[in-house]
């Protein structure tokens, strides 16, 4: 392998392990900072499990702590933002629960967490005040608006889908959650919530219904995912040995009629083959991002993505 290749991460979430360690990053910082000095100051996003959404939050998390010598040489430097700091409070909501009273306490378990992590005490004792006090004190402490990332916000729903009655409960506990929401809209600098379904499907939407859904949004169908182009920009340097790897192995194309890939044309055709397919406008191609990097890695096509499905 040449030397000078950087290293490719199928656990791709941490946007500051990429850097500090010298993983590829597929830039999108341009698109992210079109979002965060965007008119809307809520937003929400749907993406399909594995699609790259925790990376999303955690790379605006890393832009709103003001560390510009993270980004350095990315869109978003070169473009001359400012990279002023502000208060972020990320939550995770991809909780495991058995019941809406587990469910209701391990929100409010999180809460009081990240309030520890973040120097704060809580005093509220339901987790729907617990967000609300959180937010609050943080807007207080550093005397600027909060910074709110939500991601899987719809897990404790979408994990129980195949019983409805469990699926139904858990909604009622995210409905009053997410309702806190309300009161605190006006500290906040920027708010991003995603998941696998969109909120106006969820029926916990009440609560989040000042969040503007970009989930079909033109500007933003490639926020998430390798387009091609960026395929050939960031990893075209390692067709030739992923190619050589294939004729030695005698793999034989699943294009009908292709047989044996003889050049890197026939590669890029091939992955395309294995992993095309999505759009969010009708219009923007973009690949599942873990599918590419384990092909990327292994040099052996397979139904990755499926493959680290946990449904039937």
């Not at 520890?116 to 943080?138: F, P, Q, R, V």
């Not at 939407?205 to 926020?223: F, H, P, R, T």
């Not at 047989?259 to 992955?271: R, W």
Request: glycine share 6%; net charge neutral; hydrophobic share 35%.
């Amino acid at each position: 392998m040449n030397a000078s290749f950087k290293k490719i991460s199928t656990d791709f979430t941490s946007f500051r392990k990429l850097i500090n360690e010298d993983y590829i990053y597929v830039d999108k910082t341009g698109l992210l900072r079109e979002l965060i000095e965007g008119s809307s100051k809520n937003i929400f996003l749907s993406r399909p499990r594995r699609f790259g959404k925790s990376l999303v939050l955690n790379t605006i998390l890393e832009i709103f702590s003001g560390d510009q010598d993270l980004f350095k040489g990315l869109q978003i430097e070169q473009s001359g933002y400012d990279f002023p700091k502000y208060p972020v409070l990320k939550l995770d909501m991809s909780i495991p629960c058995s019941s809406p009273e587990e469910l209701r306490l391990e929100i409010f378990n999180a809460l009081t967490n990240l309030a520890t992590k973040n120097g704060l005490t809580l005093k509220s004792t339901s987790y729907g005040a617990a967000l609300k006090e959180l937010i609050e004190k943080t807007r207080d402490v550093h005397n600027k608006d909060v910074v709110v990332l939500i991601d899987e916000y719809d897990y404790p729903v979408s994990s129980k889908i195949n019983n409805k009655t469990k699926a139904n409960n858990n909604s009622e506990v995210l409905a009053d959650f997410y309702a806190s929401f309300k009161s605190v809209n006006d500290l906040l600098r920027f708010a991003l919530v995603t998941g696998v379904t969109r909120n106006s499907m969820m029926g916990i939407s009440a609560g989040l219904n000042n969040l503007d859904d970009i989930s079909l949004d033109k500007k933003y169908a490639a926020i998430c995912g390798f387009t091609p182009e960026e395929i050939d920009r960031y990893f075209a340097d390692r067709y030739p040995a992923i190619l050589q790897t294939l004729r030695k192995n005698n793999y034989s194309s699943k294009i009908e009629g292709r047989g044996v890939l003889s050049s890197l044309s026939d590669l890029k055709e091939e992955t395309l083959h294995w992993y095309d397919g999505y759009s969010w406008d009708g219009r923007t191609k973009v690949l599942n991002p873990i599918s590419v990097l384990k092909f990327i890695d292994t040099h052996t096509f397979k139904s990755y993505w499926a493959l680290t499905s946990t449904s039937s």
